[in-house]
């Protein structure tokens, strides 16, 4: 059985063993390529400061190269008895290059060495997330031309109240997702802040280069306080599972529009055939079971900052075992909202719309804001307007120009589509992705 990094002579019994690594083996697999990147830096930063030689650096690097690469085809594992990635990283270097692989330790905990892994894994996944908005953003938007004349009644209590369009329904959800993205640049940058070389939370002994590290890794800057450092553990978390939750909560309303909208009472849009299922027992349904299931895995979503919260609620400074917990809730939401992402843009681009609602004379009091207005600016007093049109419906009479003329900006006559297309790109290019990508790549060069 290997060693675990902080054993001495006293072997841990197998249940508290167990007990303690959880799930830490199988979370930790997406940790790994982001703890070998963390590596390069870190120990590059030894060399520099005389911990370890020019020849010992080119061959660590090698190594651990060689070991990044196992985790891009699937081969890297979590060997049985070996407690999380850091000690089985540390265990393949020692056993391909002897003494020399244990000196990569140096200078850091597991504490920050797991708070880097989990920044590093963070941004990856939040720039997949921004990815994957951006693609359903813009499809939106297509939607959004595309359908921009095709009128719809807009609600108030579930009650019909003015005309809509499917130009403003789709383009609503556009910019509550370029909202959603200035949500999880916030989000972004606060993650985006180098801990490497807080150890344990108190800092270290050996004179650090938390510069370089910074510089190496792409970090818009360093968490400069060892403690504050230490103490963004579990904050981090909450901060993106709220800005995860605020995209799901986006989700989860397009995708009631859509079942509601999808129902024969409605008949507003026809969700495409594939993504419908039918019946056991009733061979006429279509049932919109993907929305289904996108509602409530976003549901589900919106639920991780709480969850998070509680179980770092009531900690004070330091570390403290509890914060392993976050990792089983919040490393695997990534997928999941990518996933509700994935299928909701594909929907959405095939989603069909129904030209003719508004033919329907049980949407006549659509109109009844019109006709005051047109009133009016013909003259007559808001409040006699108002009342002489409450009067034609009670009595039977209203009969309205189904016409309608909105020209104000976001209206159904000027969507703005344009503007919220610039806002979406404005935020999307202050992530600066790039510049983490480059310094990444210049790390598995070397």
């Known amino acids: 059985m290997a060693q675990k990094l902080w054993e001495k002579s006293t072997a841990v019994n197998q249940e508290i063993e167990k007990f303690t690594v959880g799930r830490d083996r199988e979370l930790d ?9 963390g590596s390069l830096a870190h120990t590059q930063m030894l060399e520099q400061i005389d911990l370890l030689t020019k020849e010992e650096l080119t061959l660590i690097h090698k190594e651990l190269i060689a070991i990044y690469a196992l985790t891009e085809s699937g081969e890297f594992k979590i060997e049985e008895g ?99 993205l200035l949500f999880l640049q916030a989000a972004f940058k606060m993650c985006n802040r180098n801990p490497l070389g807080s150890a344990a939370g108190y800092g270290s002994s050996f004179p650090l280069n938390r510069s370089l590290t910074t510089e190496l890794l792409g970090f818009d800057s360093m968490n400069y306080n060892v403690v504050y450092a230490q103490m963004g553990r579990g904050k981090l978390e909450r901060n993106v599972g709220f800005a995860m939750a605020t995209i799901a909560g986006t989700l989860s309303k397009l995708a009631f529009d859509a079942c509601m909208y999808n129902s024969q009472n409605f008949k507003f849009i026809k969700l495409p055939d594939e993504c419908t299922t039918g019946s056991s027992i009733m061979p006429h349904k279509k049932n919109p079971d993907v929305f289904e299931l996108i509602r409530a895995k976003c549901n589900k979503i919106q639920a991780l900052p709480q969850q998070i919260m509680l179980i770092m609620n009531n900690l004070p400074s330091g570390y403290f075992r509890d914060l392993q917990i976050i990792k089983e809730v919040f490393v695997p939401a990534f997928e999941e909202l990518l996933a509700c992402l994935e299928m909701t843009t594909y929907i959405v681009k095939k989603m069909e719309v ?34 002489q049109v409450g009067l034609a419906i009670e009595a039977g009479d209203f009969a309205p120009n189904k016409e309608v003329h909105h020209t104000h900006e976001g209206s159904l006559g000027n969507l703005c589509n344009d503007k919220i297309v610039e806002l979406e790109q404005d935020v999307l290019k202050g992530f600066e992705f790039s510049k983490i990508e480059q310094a990444e790549k210049e790390l598995l060069k070397r």
């Open 82 to 180: 070996v407690e999380d990635v850091h000690s089985q990283i540390e265990l393949m270097l020692t056993q391909r290059l002897g003494d020399m692989g244990k000196k990569i330790h140096s200078g850091r905990s597991r504490n920050d060495q797991v708070l880097l892994d989990l920044k590093l894994f963070t941004r990856t996944e939040i720039g997949k997330i921004a990815e994957s908005v951006d693609s359903l953003f813009h499809v939106l938007i297509e939607q959004s031309e595309r359908y921009k004349s095709v009128l719809m009644p807009g609600y108030t209590h579930l009650q019909i109240a003015m005309p809509s369009s499917f130009g403003l329904w789709f383009g609503a959800y556009a910019e509550s997702l370029a909202d959603d």
């Open 29 to 37: 697999l997406y940790l790994a390529p982001h703890d070998i990147i």
């Open 354 to 387: 129904n030209t003719e609602i508004l033919k329907d004379d049980k949407y006549l009091y659509l109109f009844s804001v019109e006709e005051v207005n047109r009133l009016v600016l013909e003259g007559v007093p808001f409040r006699d307007a108002y009342k």
